[in-house]
């Protein structure tokens, strides 16, 4: 059980890594610092969007976009470490 729980809180660190590289590239896209024409930035991002978007498409359904900012990262990132730490504390409580 408690290899059980170190594996699923080491997937959501993964995941959150993985959402930090989304955000990050998203920006430094739209700001063109980086070519989305490039094949392998752009092979990169896809696989990240297709990772990501189906929970923050949920999240954008609830929370509307702020003077244009997204915020259902901020909201992912809060939610995911929330759990993270709720594991944790159930695991040292084993």
């Known amino acids: 059980m408690n290899a059980l729980l170190i594996l699923i809180n080491e997937i959501i660190t993964l995941y959150l890594y993985t959402l930090f590289v989304y955000v990050i590239m ?14 392998i930035i752009n092979t990169i991002f896809r696989a990240l969007i297709s990772i990501h978007e189906p929970l923050l498409g949920k999240i954008r359904k609830y929370i509307p976009l702020l003077s244009g900012i997204d915020l259902s990262p901020v909201i992912v990132i809060l939610l995911l470490s929330f759990l993270k730490n709720l594991i944790t504390d159930y695991r040292l409580g084993l």
């Open 26 to 39: 998203g920006l430094l896209i739209q700001f063109q610092m980086i070519n989305n024409y490039n094949k």
